[in-house]
């Protein structure tokens, strides 16, 4: 049951990310919604589930997109690995934190990717900083905080954090 959760999952936001993200921009840039929900999935259910689906999404989102595919894998494995571990380890759970660990994974992504891609000198390193990788960065934070505030409305999540930690 619970791999066809996951299944289920990945395939919808991979379509969301492909056919709809494209037409809901902000600066030029669209939220990564599979970063988004690995460092979420990670955070709540813990540093498996976070890795497998990390790196599930990665190579999924990767054969929609124009994205290396080693690049996107490692990269959404080890988000969901690192925040599951740090989820741990945090005692409460401020959106604050959470804003910030967002904010820090799709930097750490965008960052990697814009390192390992062959710029021009018309489009350098500092101008894909600045141009994609901070506001990529910004709204990623924001729609995870507000993905994380509607879940934290709507369920129970104190409760199912404190069952997961013991």
């Not at 997109?65 to 988000?79: E, F, N, P, Q, W």
């Not at 900083?129 to 934290?152: C, E, H, K, S």
């Amino acid at each position: 049951m619970k791999t066809a959760v996951w299944a289920t999952l990945i395939m919808g936001l991979a379509s969301v990310q492909a056919v709809l993200l494209p037409h809901a921009t902000l600066w030029g840039v669209m939220p990564d919604i599979g970063l988004i929900v690995v460092c979420l999935v990670g955070l709540f259910e813990g540093e498996l589930e976070g890795l497998l689906l990390g790196l599930a999404m990665g190579w999924i989102m990767s054969l929609f997109s124009a994205a290396d595919l080693a690049t996107s894998m490692i990269t959404k494995g080890a988000v969901g690995y690192i925040v599951g571990l740090a989820g741990r380890h945090v005692v409460y759970l401020t959106p604050a934190v959470l804003l910030l660990g967002i904010l820090a994974a799709s930097c750490a992504s965008g960052l990697l990717t814009a390192a390992l891609l062959n710029l021009s000198d018309q489009q350098g390193w500092w101008w894909a900083v600045r141009t994609v990788v901070v506001p990529q960065a910004v709204i990623d934070a924001m729609v995870g905080g507000a993905l994380y505030w509607l879940v934290w409305s709507r369920l129970n999540i104190q409760r199912w954090v404190s069952e997961y930690r013991t």
